[in-house]
Each structure stands twice: as C-alpha cells, then as structure tokens.
C-alpha cells in the first residue's frame, strides 16, 4: 500500500497475470442515428485521450498445505487484507477512494495500481464451516503516478458529501438554463463504460459501476463542472453512480446559451 508501505504477500505465486489494455476511443453515435454519412464503413471515433490498463490475478490460498507454517485454520483471515483493499478510505483531503497499492512481483513488475473488485471461492470447509483453501481474483486498473489520481481534468472529482442533495445541487439558476430543449440531432448519445456487469456472485458491486460524470463532461465539454448539465439532461437522481451499459443523452453546449 501506497500511503502506508505496508505489504501483502500472497502465500503462492499466480498461476497467471493477464493485463487487458483499453484505449481512449470511443464511437460517436447521436440519438438520430449514426453520425455517418452513406457509404462509410466504421462510426465515427471521439478520441478521449487516456486509456485503462487493467490486471487480473488469480491467487490460490490453503492454510492446510503440507509443510506450512501458517497457524490459522480460516483462510479468510489470509485474504481479508486484500478485500479492504477495494473499500474506499478517507485520504488526506477528506476525499473517499480505494488506497493506491503497488503490484510488486521480483524485479520484472512494479506497477501502481488501484483494486477495482475482488472475487473469492472458498473450498475444502471444516465441519464448523470454516473454509481453508481460497481461489482469489484480483482486478486492477494502473493509476498515473504523473497525475493525481483522484482528478479529472485539473477538477477535483465528484464525492458524495458535495452531493448529498442532488436536487438542489443542479438546478442552481447560474449554472443552467430553467429548462433545457428537447433533444435534436446535434445531440449524442454515450453508453456509459465501466468494470462491465458483475458475473461471479461473489464480484464486488464496483465490478458494475461504470464512469463518472464529471470524467465524461470533461471528455466531452473539457469543462469537468458541466457534470450538472449531464444530470440534468439525463434525469439522474444519482450522478455519482452511473452503471455501465446505461445510455446518456449529450446536449451540445449551445442549450446554455451564449456558450460555443
């Protein structure tokens, strides 16, 4: 862990490493149709710029093992650390996120990383029902030690304090207009992207959780405050959680009036 060195080790070493790399390209459809024109082949791309890199390990532990010098009978007690590891923490500005870890594996890896979602299965189960062996998947995305991690932008992200009121909190009078027009062609529509639909019953609900919406009015407007007239467009009641797969209506800027 960043903030605190202190390390995990695992018992074993994975038996596996897959990284998946995503890059910042998106189509860019509108809610008409496609923005093509006859003939062309592919949609039309929005570079975002960016990207995610994402980890995936899969980690075996057995307190039962032959020769080992592990005393506990319950497995959970060897992964518990790296379950806390995807809960959000307070850091020193009072902004709640996972803790920045550091994938260390001998000399050929040294990655900085956040945990996005854990999975577990548990086997090999006492009479008490305590289990001793654990299958353990671990997804990580790499942060950008250049950039504060938390920021979009220059912005500082959105978090749940400064949102407690989502009602009040966009329609403030000087950033919107009363209402907005109905939607017409010059407006897009982006699905939103994220860890994708959890699969494993036992995948953390960040798993499903997707972007958020000061990142996209960023890739969008390069203004991460305009994230209110997304929520507002969209009817969100929440717009700290955006599952991934939901489909957003993308206003052009000139509903604000007088904006380009």
């Known amino acids: 862990m960043e903030e605190t060195n202190e390390r995990l080790r695992c018992l074993l070493n994975p038996e596996t490493l897959v990284i998946r790399r995503t890059a ?3 189509s860019h459809p509108a809610i ?3 923005l093509t024109r006859t003939g062309l082949a592919e949609d039309p791309l929005l570079y ?3 990207g995610r890199t994402e980890l995936q390990l899969d980690l075996l532990f057995d307190v039962a093992l032959a020769g080992s ?3 506990t009978e319950d497995v959970r007690e060897l992964t518990a650390p790296l379950w806390r590891l995807a809960e959000n923490t307070a850091d020193a500005s009072g902004q709640r996120r996972p803790p920045q870890v550091r994938f260390l594996w001998g000399k050929a890896w040294d990655i900085p990383a956040v945990v996005v979602a854990v999975a577990e299965q548990f ?3 006492l009479p008490s029902g305590i289990p001793q062996r654990s299958w353990l998947r671990l997804r990580l995305w790499r942060v950008d030690e250049a950039a504060e991690p938390s920021a979009v932008g220059g912005q500082p992200p959105l978090v749940s304090d ?3 009121v989502v009602s009040e909190t966009i329609s403030l009078a000087e950033t919107l207009p009363e209402e907005l027009p109905a939607p017409a062609e010059d407006w897009s529509v982006h699905e939103v992207v994220g860890g994708g ?3 494993e019953t036992a995948e953390t609900e960040a798993a499903a959780v997707g972007e958020r919406l000061d990142q996209l009015a960023y890739d969008y407007y390069g203004d991460a405050a305009l994230w209110r007239l997304l929520a507002v467009a969209n009817d969100l009641a929440d717009p700290l959680r955006l599952a991934a797969g939901t489909l957003l209506r993308i206003p052009p800027l000139t509903v604000l009036g007088g904006r380009p």
């Open 48 to 50: 975002t710029g960016g």
């Open 162 to 164: 400064q949102l407690a």
């Open 197 to 199: 639909a959890a699969t």
């Open 123 to 125: 086997e090999q189960f």
């Open 69 to 71: 010098s592990i005393t």
């Open 32 to 34: 008409s149709g496609q």
């Open 24 to 26: 910042g390209v998106r």
